[in-house]
């Protein structure tokens, strides 16, 4: 019985491929990897059908996910979030079939789980175990989250400007926890430099994408396998959104799904927006964004490494990249929450304001099926809400 139908490392860059069972990280000419899998195992392994009677949680993809043995997985029962209808509220935006993937009901409170299981499973699996790396908030807290549950040693390098939440998150499952007097390139200076440890960086090491990419299964699967139209996603480090859109190419190659992959959009706001400043300019890669800063912090990426991977998908499916003001995503944030009852994130906002934009401009149309992810759950946001 196959687990895991993975095949090997393959650099988008460069094209050469690496083995996977070892520890690796970037391939040597500094892209991030991509793992790779065995299509015709995966089709004599799993049918559709035989998902249903798998756990809901995101290891019933198993063998399109890297860890090898089932005693390696760490889990805390991530996954299979809630696509909701938002009827209310997509009808004043003017878009009647208007989805939210809610992710804000995951452990630790943001998707970050999903790159953290799978990341700190394999990481166990090919003999690590002591991991550090930088962050704006949500990764420290979800992978010293689920370093804890592998019984591995965690080291967290986070801005003093990091939400206290997430600080106090950290330390409440025992990790390491240094804060750093500047951004998280400040922090990711003070990983480098520490020696003994797996530097888990975003998109350093090739399963954290692994675990995002269960989002985009997820939707197909919940959707019947018929894929909506526009799929908006808040982009950061950009992980979540190369990461569904690997997902819906990996479904096409087991001839799961057919027809255009839908459009995706990628969000951020206008106090770090590298991403849409490239795609204005038609550029291949982002240039570095000074000076970044937005309430919704775990946007706040001056300079991805998998930039141009995110130019390539949104690129190659008819896609989009737009900017938001913070104000328009916090007003969006109330507005969701007073028609729907959901308190969401700023950064899942940021889709909302993003919609409310291209609605007006008709690049979404009123029938348009339109899935936005909300990435965390506004509670960690306590601050977003007067009193
Ligand atoms: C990290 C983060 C993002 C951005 O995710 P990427 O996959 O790195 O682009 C979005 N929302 C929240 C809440 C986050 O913590
Ligand atoms: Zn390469």
């Known amino acids: 019985m196959t687990f895991s139908a993975l095949s090997h490392l393959e650099c988008p860059r460069c094209g050469?491929?690496?083995?996977?069972?070892q520890i690796i990280g970037?391939?040597?000419?500094?892209?991030?990897?991509?793992?790779?899998?065995?299509?015709?195992?995966?089709?004599?392994?799993?049918?559709?059908a035989d998902l249903a009677a798998r756990p809901a949680d995101l290891w019933r993809y198993h063998e399109l996910l890297p860890v090898r043995s089932p005693e390696n997985v760490v889990t805390l029962g991530e996954g299979m979030t809630p696509l909701l209808p938002l009827p209310r509220y997509g009808a004043e935006l003017g878009v009647d079939r208007l989805l939210m993937k809610?992710?804000?009901?995951?452990?630790?409170?943001?998707?970050?789980?999903?790159?953290?299981a799978v990341g700190v499973s394999r990481a166990y699996e090919v003999g690590v175990r002591k991991i550090a790396m930088p962050t704006n908030g949500n990764a420290g807290s979800a992978w010293a989250a689920y370093a804890a549950r592998a019984g591995m040693e965690a080291l967290i390098a986070m801005p003093i400007?990091?939400?206290?939440?997430?600080?106090?998150?950290?330390?409440?499952?025992?990790?390491?926890?240094?804060?750093?007097?500047g951004l998280i390139g400040d922090a990711a200076a003070y990983i480098r430099e520490q020696s003994g440890y797996f530097d888990a960086s975003t998109l350093k090491e090739p399963y954290r994408i692994e675990g995002k990419k269960t989002m985009g299964l997820e939707i197909a699967e919940q959707l019947g396998w018929q894929l909506p139209d526009v799929i908006v996603y808040p982009t950061g480090g950009g992980v979540g959104i190369i990461g569904i859109w690997k997902a819906l190419n990996e479904l096409r190659d087991l001839g799961w799904i057919d027809g255009p992959l839908p459009r995706l959009v990628a969000v951020q706001s206008t106090g770090c927006a590298p991403i849409v400043r490239?795609?204005?300019?038609?550029?291949?890669?982002?240039?570095?964004?000074?000076?970044?800063k937005t309430v919704a912090f775990g946007i706040?990426?001056?300079?991805?490494l998998g930039d141009f991977l995110v130019l390539q998908a949104i690129a190659e499916t008819g896609g989009c990249a737009i900017a938001v003001d913070d104000e328009d995503?916090?007003?969006?944030?109330?507005?969701v929450a007073q028609l729907e009852g959901t308190f969401i994130c700023p950064e899942g906002a940021a889709n909302f304001a993003a919609i409310r934009t291209l609605r007006e401009s008709n690049w979404i149309q009123a029938n348009?099926?339109?899935?936005?992810?909300?990435?965390?759950?506004?509670?960690?946001?306590p601050e977003t809400v007067p009193l």
């Open 368 to 381: 348009d099926q339109v899935v936005a992810l909300n990435t965390g759950a506004g509670l960690k946001y």
């Open 300 to 304: 706040t990426v001056p300079k991805a």
């Open 329 to 335: 995503i916090l007003a969006e944030q109330h507005r």
């Open 16 to 21: 050469v491929t690496h083995d996977a069972d």
């Open 26 to 48: 970037l391939c040597p000419c500094g892209s991030p990897l991509l793992a790779r899998y065995d299509v015709p195992v995966v089709q004599s392994a799993l049918k559709k």
């Open 102 to 116: 809610d992710e804000g009901l995951i452990p630790t409170g943001t998707f970050k789980a999903r790159g953290a």
């Open 278 to 292: 490239a795609w204005e300019k038609g550029l291949p890669e982002s240039e570095p964004w000074v000076d970044a």
């Open 161 to 181: 400007a990091a939400p206290e939440i997430c600080r106090r998150e950290v330390i409440a499952v025992g990790a390491r926890l240094q804060l750093i007097d």
